[in-house]
């Protein structure tokens, strides 16, 4: 995807997550036809494009819907090279504020990984990508080639 197509589904992925994707009406939850349905199916395109941008060697996006009354979340899985790689969540937050979730991982099943940080959904408002890519980019170690080459 071009970096205009990205900056906006940052910002269509920001319009759906400040509207309740769990809220019940009638019968039907908004899930399966409704937005929250749109919010993993724009954000799974969104993430599998990051990933190529990011130039994982492995990558992996999935889509947990969850119930009602939860956004559920879509989460990209991604490795530069072994031991190197990027864990990086999207949801909606049932306490009210907005970011999202990522950290370093060191393989394809580590769900722990490093510390967790947050990224503001209002980065995601504002369609800033290319800034979204220099801060998922600093969690890249280089490989020893790189630092040898570097140094």
């Known amino acids: 995807m071009s970096m205009q197509s990205q900056k906006k589904n940052m910002k269509t992925i920001h319009g759906l997550?400040?509207?309740n994707l769990g809220y019940i009406f009638g019968e039907r939850?908004?899930?399966p036809n409704g937005a929250k349905k749109q919010f993993h199916t724009?954000?799974?395109a969104f993430l599998r494009a990051l990933g190529r941008d990011?130039?994982?060697q492995d990558v992996k996006v999935t889509n947990n819907y969850g119930g009602i009354a939860v956004s559920g979340e879509i989460t990209l899985m991604g490795m530069w090279r072994e031991g190197n790689g990027l864990y990086l969540q999207l949801s909606q937050s049932a306490m009210g504020w907005q970011s999202f979730l990522y950290r370093q991982i060191s393989h394809m099943k580590d769900y722990t990984g490093g510390r967790?940080?947050?990224l503001p959904a209002d980065m995601f408002a504002s369609g800033e990508y290319?800034?979204?890519v220099d801060i998922?980019?600093?969690l890249r170690k280089p490989s020893r080639e790189e630092a040898e080459y570097a140094a």
């Open 17 to 19: 997550v400040s509207q």
């Open 29 to 31: 939850e908004s899930g």
């Open 42 to 44: 724009k954000s799974a």
């Open 54 to 56: 990011l130039g994982f």
């Open 116 to 118: 967790n940080r947050w």
């Open 130 to 132: 290319a800034e979204l």
């Open 136 to 138: 998922l980019l600093a």
